[in-house]
Nanobody, 123 residues
Framework: VQLQASGGGLVQAGGSLRLSCAVT????????MAWFRQAPGKDREFVAT????????LYADSVKGRFTIARDNAKKLLDLQMNSLKPEDTAVYYC?????????????????WGQGTQVTVSS
């Protein structure tokens, strides 16, 4: 399984960005998918996750109500719509995949990672 994230960029505070993660491999629909982010000098942190069926979604409190995670199993795509962006959202964003839903907010739950895409929000 390979993950390729895209869609990052520079945006002003209050603006929007949409990140995408293209997944190669035959069984995307069976993977639980997530977005994490890592700001300079900080640990990688959970942002959002979505069940393989798309029926359950979890968000970090810091992004709840502003970010929306979605997936298209037919196209093997994972998206993250980010609205009302804040300077503190600045980070490298990573998509991740897992075959389990055991600890969906934990980095250790995810075996597959994309290369990351930079999101910079100016004040």
């Amino acid at each position: 399984v390979q993950l390729q994230a895209s869609g990052g960029g520079l945006v002003q505070a209050g603006g929007s960005l949409r990140l995408s993660c293209a997944v190669t491999g035959p069984t995307f629909s069976s993977y639980f998918m997530a977005w994490f982010r890592q700001a300079p000098g900080k640990d990688r942190e959970f942002v959002a996750t979505i069940h393989s069926s798309g029926g359950q979604k979890l968000y970090a409190d810091s992004v709840k109500g502003r970010f929306t995670i979605a997936r298209d199993n037919a196209k093997k795509l994972l998206d993250l719509q980010m609205n009302s962006l804040k300077p503190e959202d600045t980070a490298v964003y990573y998509c991740a995949g897992s075959t389990t839903w055991h600890a969906p907010k934990s980095l250790d739950n995810y075996a597959y990672w994309g290369q990351g895409t930079q999101v910079t929000v100016s004040s």
